[in-house]
Structures are given as C-alpha cells and as structure tokens.
C-alpha cells in the first residue's frame, strides 16, 4: 500500500472512532437543519455516515464518498438504523447525478477539503432542483486581522498535509455566496478546537429559472445559545394617506 492509500486509511478510521465528542457537541444543529429536509437527498463526503441518524425516513439518501476505506463503516451505520442507502460514483467535483434531481445536498465538513470548492459548488447548482437547498455545517477562517486567522494562513500547508487536504483559512460562505445560492441562512459559532474552531451552518438555495425563489418556511439552525434564530420578514409599508378633499 503506498502513502495515499495509507493515509486514506488513517483518516477514515480517525472518522470511524475519534469524532464523537465533535458530533455531541453539534447534534442539535444538525438535528435542526437535516431533520426538516425531504424527498432525495444526495451528501457529499458522508465519512463514516454520522448524519444517517437525522434524516427522516422516507428521504432517499445518495452518497458521494470517495474514500474506498469509508465506505465499509457507512455500509455498518446504516444497518444499524435500519436504512437504506445508495453510494455514488464520482467525487464532489464531478458527481455521478443528474441534472436537477436533488431536493438537497448536504455537506458537513467537506468543502474545505475537496480540491476545488469553485467546481464543487457548481456541481452542486447542477444537480439541485430548482428551489433546492444546499445545507452546510463547515469550520472556517477566522475573522481577518486576529491573530487566530494569521495562524491559519501559517499552518496551512502542514495542516493540509496531516488532515486530508483541509484548509483551515477558508471563506466558505463567500464562496457559497459567490457561487449564486440566495436565500443564504449562516449562523457563526465556536467549538472547541484552536485552529478549527470558528464553524458556521445554514443553508442557501437554488433560484427557480435562474430567479430567486420566494420565501419558504424553514426551521433555522440554532444560535449559539442553542436556540433557534429567527430572520423576520420586512414589516409592510403602511398605505399612502388619502388626498385631501377640494375646497368647495
């Protein structure tokens, strides 16, 4: 076996068996936003399945995992739950899916490890049907100017080296952003983890004929408070005054 495929291996059992303490401390998030999502949902980079748990279960659930050695502990988590699932061929970058035949895709710690994240999101508007949602947990750069954020860009090579690719300085939401979703839905929070710690969750969508769709119901990702934000909608303007009555 050569070193790719040896740290292929690593890390999917890191995955397997060292990220418990990481999924508690997020569970209700992703309670939250992979809870509510229905019909076919395809997840990019699923690992060892630790979001099977959330879907309901009547969603049709396609995996995209190119890690050959994650597969097996996906295949495990499943029937455990007792669902059934499907693993696609292809990677983020170039998804074995068709047009528009995804209600959601679902990525939580992937978009910054996949080689582009320019092509993957666009992957992503393809196979998304119109009003389709992209839902995201991912960890990214700190602000600008801190000294947390100077360390990212330093350590980014090694860190790159030693966790699979990952790029701890990464403006995800400027990305998702710059990609075309609309209705973006982000909450920022912090979990324990000095480099990786700056998190952000939400979900953006996918206009209907290349217009943004109208607002739709949804259930936002907690605060970090770990309740639930809420964004209002614009109260009405008032109605314009009446004209004044002509003198006789």
């Not at 890690?67 to 693993?87: D, M, S, T, V």
């Not at 607002?215 to 605060?223: G, I, M, N, Q, V």
């Amino acid at each position: 076996m050569d070193g790719v495929g040896l740290a292929k291996r690593f890390h999917a059992w890191v995955l397997a068996h060292l990220t418990g303490a990481y999924e508690e401390r997020i569970a209700e998030r992703k309670r939250l936003l992979l809870g509510e999502l229905t019909g076919t949902v395809l997840e990019i980079g699923p690992g060892a399945g630790p979001n099977l748990r959330y879907y309901r279960p009547d969603v049709r659930w396609i995996g995209v995992e190119p890690n050959p050695y994650l597969r097996e502990h996906l295949r495990k988590e499943a029937a455990r739950l007792g669902r059934a699932i499907e693993l696609g061929d292809g990677t983020a970058e170039r998804l074995d899916a068709q047009d528009a035949s995804a209600d959601a895709v679902v990525s939580t710690l992937v978009l910054c490890s996949v080689p582009d994240p320019a092509a993957t999101l666009k992957e992503v508007r393809r196979v998304l049907k119109p009003g389709g949602r992209l839902v995201f947990i991912e960890h990214v750069a700190a602000e600008p100017g801190t000294l947390l954020f100077k360390w990212q860009r330093r350590l980014r090579r090694p860190w790159q080296f030693i966790a699979d690719g990952c790029r701890p300085d990464q403006d995800t939401v400027g990305l998702i952003r710059a990609a075309g979703f609309t209705e973006l839905q982000v909450e920022a929070f912090r979990v324990p983890g000095w480099l990786v710690g700056p998190h952000v969750a939400g979900w953006g969508t996918v206009g209907w004929l290349g217009r943004a769709p109208g607002p739709r119901e949804a259930t936002p990702p907690p605060t970090s408070s770990g309740t639930p934000s809420r964004t209002r909608a614009p109260a009405p303007a008032p109605p314009p005054a009446a004209p004044a009555p002509s003198p006789p």
